[in-house]
């Protein structure tokens, strides 16, 4: 733990920014890195992509959405289609055709 006198973290308080030390300081690659990290953690629900998409696609038909996946590697490979939409956007699409 780091631990700072008060007059030093006063000042850093009131926008005084030069007198942040060294260690407290962190570049954008290191927030990058770890929103990165986290964001990737709750995308993915299995480590395995395929089966990823299917349980984020079972999800979402749990909470009335609809969705659909396929596989495109014929055309290129890694390639894939993941949709969905919401009752409500259905609807939508629905009255205006």
Do not use: C
């Not at 962190?26 to 929103?35: R, T």
């Amino acid at each position: 733990m780091i631990r700072l006198d008060k007059a030093r973290l006063g000042a850093i308080l009131s926008g005084d920014f030069t007198n942040i030390p060294h260690v407290l300081r962190i570049s954008y690659q290191e927030v990058y890195y770890a929103m990165t990290k986290v964001l990737s953690k709750r995308a993915y629900l299995s480590p395995e992509f395929d089966e990823s998409l299917h349980l984020w696609g079972l999800k979402i038909a749990q909470e009335n959405g609809h969705w659909t996946s396929k596989n495109l590697s014929s055309y290129q490979e890694g390639m894939f289609l993941f949709a969905f939409m919401s009752d409500w956007q259905l609807t939508v699409i629905d009255s205006s055709i």
